[in-house]
């Protein structure tokens, strides 16, 4: 596996309250990325960073903010977290270097939002 | 609205057989194309990326890649029970910095 860590794995929260998933790399990547998946939909973007404190939305931002303080952390805030943000969400790194365009992974986050 | 599409499946194959996944994308500029396989409950794993047009093999996966139709395929040969996953069709955009693109998938069923 790829140096890619996600904190927590399984959180459960109340509607309302904020909440941050961590995205910790040992590979020096320059790209970090912020997925979700959710049945029917796939995975879907939801931001992404292209170096320290470079950071732009995607598809599904909304109700979501980002930072990337460290080349190594890339944080994920709920800023108040509600029942459609249940999901699995899923931290990726691309290195984008010689022309190496690929993703890898993290072991994803599982959230519940009650 | 760049797009990637994929039938969902589910795709049955008996072991031993051929598998073909199929991937259609819209965005022509695209230079970058991937295959991900997922376990249920686990995240994706990369199996081939192609970046040419033509094939490329790896073991039993073999990656087609047709640019002018806009369409990659993943074929699976040997098919095992083990290869029972869903089956991810990624696309990166022709802009610098921009992420994957990723179809909802398709599910293979591999019976013994």
């Given amino acids: 596996d790829a140096g890619i860590t996600q904190s927590p794995r399984h959180k459960v929260t109340e509607t309302g309250t904020p909440v941050t998933l961590r995205c910790h790399q040992t590979e020096n990547h320059r790209y970090m990325y912020w997925y979700r998946q959710d049945p029917g939909h796939g995975l879907r973007l939801i931001h992404y960073s292209y170096g320290v404190k470079d950071t732009d939305k995607g598809e599904v931002s909304d109700g979501y903010s980002v930072s990337r303080s460290k080349t190594e952390d890339f944080l994920l805030t709920l800023e108040s977290a509600t029942s459609s943000q249940t999901s699995v969400y899923f931290c990726a790194i691309s290195d984008e270097s010689r022309g190496r365009t690929e993703a890898f992974f993290g072991q994803g986050t599982r959230l519940t939002v009650v | ?112």
Avoid: H
């Fill in chain 2, 1 to 112: 609205q760049k797009e990637v599409e994929q039938n969902s499946g589910p795709l049955s194959v008996p072991e031993g057989a051929i598998a073909s996944l199929n991937c259609t994308y819209s965005d022509r500029g695209s230079q970058s194309f991937f295959w991900y396989r997922q376990y249920s409950g686990k995240s994706p794993e990369l199996i081939m990326s192609i970046y040419s047009n033509g094939d490329k093999e790896d073991g039993r996966f073999t990656a087609q890649l047709n640019k002018a139709s806009q369409y990659v395929s993943l074929l699976i040969r040997d098919s095992q029970p083990s290869d029972s996953a869903t089956y991810l069709c990624a696309v990166r955009p022709n802009q610098a910095g921009t992420a994957l693109i990723f179809g909802k998938g398709t599910t293979l069923s591999v019976s013994s």
